[in-house]
């Protein structure tokens, strides 16, 4: 299983709680650990859903999504949390 465990939001966006401001995500568990960038991610997502959960209890998985202007991006599958888990994830 591969798992985020931190972001890099947009530059000037750093405390910024929009999914869409997230610039790339660190994903462990794979062959080659780093930061990927959102539409990777989506792309990776669409051909193997369910591969990738958020490092965060209770380790919702992540979800490809389309924003309204048709940008590819991640986000985490809805649970109790009133905001995505992705967001609280440590940035850089």
């Not at 798992?3 to 709680?17: F, L, N, R, V, W």
């Given at each position: 299983?591969?798992?985020?465990?931190?972001?890099?939001?947009?530059?000037?966006?750093?405390?910024?709680?929009?999914?869409?401001?997230?610039?790339?995500?660190?994903?462990?568990?794979?062959?080659?650990?780093?930061f990927?960038?959102?539409?990777?991610?989506?792309?990776?997502?669409?051909k193997?859903?369910?591969t990738?959960?958020?490092?965060?209890?209770?380790?919702?998985?992540?979800?490809?999504?389309?924003?309204?202007?048709?940008?590819?991006?991640?986000?985490?599958?809805?649970?109790?949390?009133?905001?995505?888990?992705?967001?609280?994830?440590?940035?850089?």
């Open positions: 299983m591969m798992y985020a465990t931190k972001i890099k939001m947009q530059q000037g966006h750093y405390t910024s709680q929009n999914l869409l401001e997230i610039d790339s995500i660190y994903i462990e568990g794979c062959t080659n650990p780093g990927f960038k959102k539409a990777v991610l989506y792309d990776h997502l669409k193997n859903p369910g990738i959960k958020v490092n965060i209890s209770p380790y919702p998985a992540v979800v490809p999504a389309i924003s309204p202007k048709g940008e590819k991006y991640v986000r985490s599958a809805p649970n109790d949390h009133t905001y995505d888990n992705l967001l609280d994830l440590p940035r850089e």
